[in-house]
């Protein structure tokens, strides 16, 4: 895909905290392919989430775990014709598409690299209906494919939509979309999906979290109905004889520098000798400094007072997530 990345490259995209009416790039997502005739029953065994309820109309979140139960990856799942298509952090690509091939074996699967196949960008915002290429679907993971695109509308504070096409389809679009909205880079465009609680497991928090520290499981990212899969029981057993220790939090941090996926953070009250906690994602906030996702100790959080980095690090600002961690 060096076309559409070097058509990418020549855009001037902002660096800032996103703003209204925005056009993002979503290039640092790639795309597994996964297809042929025991392409789902092959996924249900592997992933979190139940792969029998994902549909032409219908995407999915969901996470990919070790034995332990700690994530190896997060992505969302979409059907776009006869395929499967997992989108996740291109850095995370190479090694989950070698160890998902590991476990082929006799299943008619095949796995694939689809990143240089289809384009991905997303538009926000009121605007966005009028922008997109086809009729956008109206629930949240919604997915509409027509005419060689596909929009997924996603969560968020405002209307998202993510759009898949063909690199030259997707060129047109963007040079369309932008006489309207603002382009933004994906270091800007990351704040949407802070805001809306969506975690994201890249190289620096791979097999960090157990799906429900990272409140996977609250937005709608685990089955705990669908039977075995990859790292289930000690999934399962956290949800129903366990006590969940750690969650996922919103904060605001005053920082000089952007905080990064995996930077620790500290608390005086930490009752742990793993730490307190560490950094999901992070993104430059309208409001000032940065927001941040960060999987931090419950009853550290209650005490409050906790810091990036060390107790001499700025200090961390509870936001309100969108919707309610039991």
């Known amino acids: 895909m060096q076309d559409w990345q070097d058509f990418l490259n020549a855009q001037t995209l902002d660096d800032g905290a996103i703003g209204e009416c925005a056009l993002c790039d979503l290039s640092h997502l790639g ?3 996964v297809r042929g005739e025991d392409a ?14 994902v549909t032409p109309g219908l995407s999915q979140l969901s996470s990919y775990c070790s034995p332990k139960g700690r994530m190896l990856a997060s992505f969302r799942i979409v059907r776009r014709g ?13 090694p989950i598409l070698k160890r998902l091939q590991m476990f082929v074996l006799m299943s008619k699967v095949e796995l694939a690299d689809a990143s240089s196949e289809l384009a991905r960008i997303e538009i926000s915002s009121d605007c966005a209906a009028d922008l997109l290429p086809i009729e956008p679907p109206a629930e949240d993971n919604g997915v509409r494919t027509l005419d060689g695109f596909t929009v997924i509308r996603v969560p968020g504070d405002r209307p998202r939509f993510q759009v898949l096409g ?11 979309a932008a006489q309207a909205a603002t382009p933004f880079s994906r270091r800007a465009g990351a704040l ?22 990272a409140n996977l499981h609250v937005v709608k990212g685990v089955s705990f109905t669908k039977g075995c899969y990859t790292g289930q029981e000690i999934v399962a057993r956290m949800q129903y004889l366990g006590k ?3 969650r996922m939090y919103r904060v605001r941090i005053d920082a000089q520098d952007q905080p990064q996926a995996g930077d620790e953070v500290f608390s005086e009250h930490s009752a742990s000798g793993r730490g307190t906690g560490k950094v999901v994602s992070a993104a430059p906030s309208p409001e000032g400094g940065y927001e941040a996702l960060v999987v931090i100790e419950i009853s550290a959080a209650e005490a409050g007072d906790i810091h990036l980095g060390d107790r001499s690090g700025p200090r961390l600002e509870l936001l309100d997530l969108p919707y309610e961690v039991m």
């Open 40 to 53: 789902a029953s092959f996924l249900q065994g592997q992933l979190t989430n139940d792969i029998d309820k």
């Open 166 to 176: 063909t690199p030259a389809a997707m060129q047109a679009l963007w040079e369309e």
């Open 244 to 246: 969940l220790k750690r």
């Open 192 to 213: 949407l999906d802070i805001r809306a609680g969506i975690p994201m497991v890249v190289d620096a928090t791979a097999e960090t979290f157990v799906p429900q520290m």
């Open 31 to 33: 795309l597994i392919r």
């Open 82 to 94: 006869d395929d499967l298509l997992l989108m996740l952090p291109m850095e995370r690509l190479g």
